[in-house]
């Protein structure tokens, strides 16, 4: 199966802070959908890669369709880690950026090498679905038990995710005339395996999160639970992690807004990310400082 990568290089490479990876959201991709966010990161001194799940944006497979989870998660990590291994002179510092389903991805990720991301930006995560947002419990049943028969029917009931999660009619137009983008209704099985990662996530993950990182979730989104995104902040066994929630944005913090928004968030992520490279770096010198004066 072949998958579509991407990524944006800052203009001068030999100055590039660390590597970037983006996780997208469910039924979009990362040319076009997370392009403002490559833009605007490149532009900050940061590489940054993207991978367009199976059934998602210009990969293969059945389009919107989401047969296996930790396949998507493996996917990723594969890709990750060989990016990772070809940027030697940044080797030391990666982050994750996911985004709604991408920030699950991104934890799981995370808890597939605890020890190899040096950070991660969690935009809106998916840890639970939204309880008006959330099918119901009858739903949830025929899910577990047709699964099996017709994964790939588009015959889950759910509310408009793009209305609820774009504010601005320029970027819901933007997201509707992308052939790219999946909007039908969500397959059996694509339900039954986001609905399954983000009741996992929520029960048994949060607080096993120990990278350092900064989660950015709109006060008003309808999509994925900011209180989540709070439960996530208590629990997790990292030392430095942030929560910045924005009153009264939605679910789409780095695109769905106005600019003046869209600028805001990503001051803060850029800011967060700059602390922390200049933070390596420091102790990236002061380590070869220790190493040549033991030579002495």
């Known amino acids: 199966m072949k998958l579509f990568s991407c990524g944006w290089v800052p203009k001068k490479k030999d100055q590039t802070k660390a590597v970037v990876f983006l996780c997208h959201g469910y039924a979009v991709e990362c040319s076009v959908t997370m392009r403002g966010t490559g833009e605007r990161l490149a532009g900050a001194g940061y590489a940054v890669y993207g991978l367009d799940y199976e059934g998602h944006g210009r990969s293969e497979g059945l389009q919107g369709y989401v047969p296996d989870f930790d396949a998507l998660v493996a996917d990723c990590d594969a890709f990750f880690v060989a990016k990772v291994a070809a940027a030697h002179s940044t080797s030391g510092r990666r982050f994750l950026l996911g985004e709604s389903m991408g920030g699950a991805v991104a934890l799981l990720l995370h808890r ?79 339900a039954y395996e986001l609905l399954k990662v983000s009741l996992h996530l929520e029960a048994n993950l949060l607080h096993q999160v120990m990278l350092p990182f900064l989660i950015v979730h709109g006060g008003a989104d309808k999509v994925t639970d900011p209180a989540v995104s709070e439960l996530l902040y208590r629990s ?34 850029i800011a967060w990310l700059d602390q922390r490279t200049e933070e390596l770096s420091e102790m990236e010198q002061k380590a070869m400082h220790d190493d040549d004066h033991g030579k002495m």
């Open 112 to 190: 597939a090498r605890p020890e190899f991301w040096t950070g991660a930006v969690l935009v809106a995560p998916m840890c639970k679905i939204a309880d008006d947002m959330r099918p119901h419990p009858v739903v949830v049943n025929i899910l577990k038990a047709m699964t099996n028969i017709i994964p790939t029917w588009k015959i889950v009931p759910s509310n408009d995710v793009i209305d609820a999660a774009y504010k601005t009619l320029e970027k819901r137009d933007e997201i509707r005339q992308n052939p790219h983008c999946y909007k039908g209704k969500p397959r059996l099985k694509t």
């Open 236 to 269: 997790a066994a990292s030392q430095d992690k942030t929560l910045k929630l924005y009153p009264g944005m939605w679910h789409a913090l780095t695109s769905g807004e106005s600019s003046e928004n869209i600028h805001a968030v990503f001051c803060d992520i």
